[in-house]
């Protein structure tokens, strides 16, 4: 199995250009949710999603769409990128309901912001 | 509103000592979910562990152990004959349960620990 796929790995956006973010995953999980992981900040949520077709906003959605048309992918959009979203994005899914499994994380994507 | 401490920013150890890393946390919930997670130098996050509210025994897994305290909102880890391997960032988090609950996983900042040969 595959787990939790992220592409690209790297990129590098100049300011006000625009990019998505690929993430699927293999395991059949209903819940999925994209990450930025700052130095010193540990992580924090952006987007998460409880099922395809839905979304909702985490800590830090400003900037930041996201869509979950299939159950398995999960795509993170920066419509007009910032120098302040430079950072590693990771992506995660797991299980849903009320008995809050853990998170399978991906690889990551290393973004920078000129 | 939810909080993870993790006041170790970095540790260092000799390789075959035993290191524990702190977790504190804070919540409102009566039930919750903990978390620990490594990070190793290649990047991805790990899952270690996962700790119900309700379960307060301690548990050990090979090297690994974790001491979970509710009365001191404790959920700490240690290990036991620390190897080069063992050199990571070490995330704790923190759920509360329900339907929609882990959209609230919140991580404390890591602790960066560091196996020295």
């Known amino acids: 199995n595959a787990g939790v796929t992220q592409t690209p790995k790297f990129r590098v956006l100049k300011t006000g250009q625009s990019m998505t973010l690929l993430c699927a995953q293999d395991?059949?999980?209903?819940?999925m949710y994209w990450y930025r992981q700052d130095p010193g900040m540990g992580l924090r949520l952006i987007h998460y999603?409880?099922?395809?077709?839905?979304?909702a906003k985490g800590e830090v959605p400003d900037g930041y769409n996201v869509s979950r048309l299939k159950k398995q992918n999960f795509l993170l959009g920066l419509e007009s990128a910032a120098p302040s979203q430079t950072s590693v994005y990771f992506c995660?899914?797991?299980?849903?309901?009320?008995?809050?499994?853990?998170?399978?994380f991906g690889p990551g994507t290393r973004l920078t912001v000129t | 509103a939810q909080k993870v401490t993790q006041a170790q920013t970095e540790i260092s150890v000799v390789e075959k000592e035993d290191v524990t890393l702190d977790c504190v946390y804070e919540?409102?919930?009566?039930?919750?979910?903990l978390f620990w997670y490594k990070q190793p130098p290649s990047g991805e996050l790990v899952f270690l562990i996962r700790?119900?509210?309700?379960?307060?025994q301690n548990e050990i897994s090979g090297r690994y152990s974790w001491n979970f305290q509710k009365s001191t909102s404790s959920f700490n880890f240690t290990i036991t004959a620390s190897q080069v391997v063992d050199s990571a960032v070490y995330f704790c988090?923190?759920?509360?349960?329900?339907?929609?609950?882990?959209?609230?996983?919140?991580f404390g900042t890591g602790t960066r620990l560091t196996i020295i040969p």
């Open positions: 988090a923190l759920t509360p349960p329900g339907d929609f609950g882990n959209e609230k996983l919140t």
């Open positions: 999603s409880v099922g395809e077709g839905t979304t």
């Open positions: 700790r119900n509210s309700f379960d307060e």
């Open positions: 919540t409102r919930d009566t039930t919750y979910y």
């Open positions: 995660a899914s797991s299980h849903g309901g009320a008995h809050s499994y853990e998170q399978y």
């Open positions: 395991m059949n999980h209903e819940y």
